[in-house]
């Protein structure tokens, strides 16, 4: 049975594809509204990503600091990277993390999936958490103009810094969000599947 349609709904009444990127491509579309009445609607076309908490056992975050050139500044961030064709969400949480840190997990759980720009983009973001990490010194391989350093933080001093504004990454702070939420037990931890 089809879900009832969203009184909200509208519909693609015409749609032309003004830019093609690298990896990102830019629609405008005219839209008709409830009403009837037409709105343009210009938004960003992006083939999803996938987000990695990596925690070690003795509670740690696998934290990197890399320059994201549309905000002219530096940010510390969890790893992260955007979906290449034919990988399903896990797959690229895996690449991602060897690629960047040279880490591979023996545990992985999805923490959910998060929307970062509805109002322009249809990216969607795969949060995965990570453990049972084993480094592998021949494991970093970044993307050519990728600058990417890690460290190992403590969750409260990350925690800390995002309660004090200085941690605005928004895939950063929800995923720990949900860490801290499972650290302190108001959270169950999702179930892990070995890789």
């Known amino acids: ?3 009832p349609r969203s009184p909200f709904h509208e519909e693609t009444v015409e749609s032309e594809l003004v830019y093609q990127g690298v990896f990102l491509r830019v629609r405008r579309d005219t839209a008709r509204l409830p009403d009837q009445s037409l709105h343009p609607r210009e938004w960003v076309m ?29 940010y510390l961030e969890i790893p992260a990277g955007k979906i290449d064709q034919g ?3 896990i ?14 997990a023996r ?5 959910t999936q998060i929307h ?9 973001i795969h949060l995965f958490l990570a453990k049972d990490l084993t480094r592998h010194e021949r494991g970093v391989q970044l ?7 890690t460290e190992w933080m403590q ?5 800390d810094a995002v309660r004090a504004g200085r941690l605005p990454d928004v895939k950063t702070q929800i995923g720990l969000m949900h860490l801290e939420r499972m650290v302190s037990g108001d959270w169950p931890w999702p179930t892990f599947s070995p890789v």
């Open 1 to 3: 049975m089809a879900e």
């Open 46 to 74: 992006h083939p999803g990503a996938s987000a990695i908490v990596a925690l070690a056992d003795d509670g740690r975050v696998l934290i990197e600091r890399q320059f994201r050139y549309p905000m002219g500044r530096e």
């Open 87 to 89: 990988e399903t969400p």
């Open 91 to 104: 797959q690229t949480a895996q690449r991602e993390l060897l690629e960047e840190t040279g880490y591979t």
């Open 107 to 111: 545990q992985w759980a999805e923490l």
């Open 116 to 124: 970062p720009a509805i109002g322009f983009s249809n990216e969607v």
């Open 143 to 149: 993307d050519q103009g990728e600058l990417i350093e």
């Open 155 to 159: 969750l409260g001093v990350l925690v």
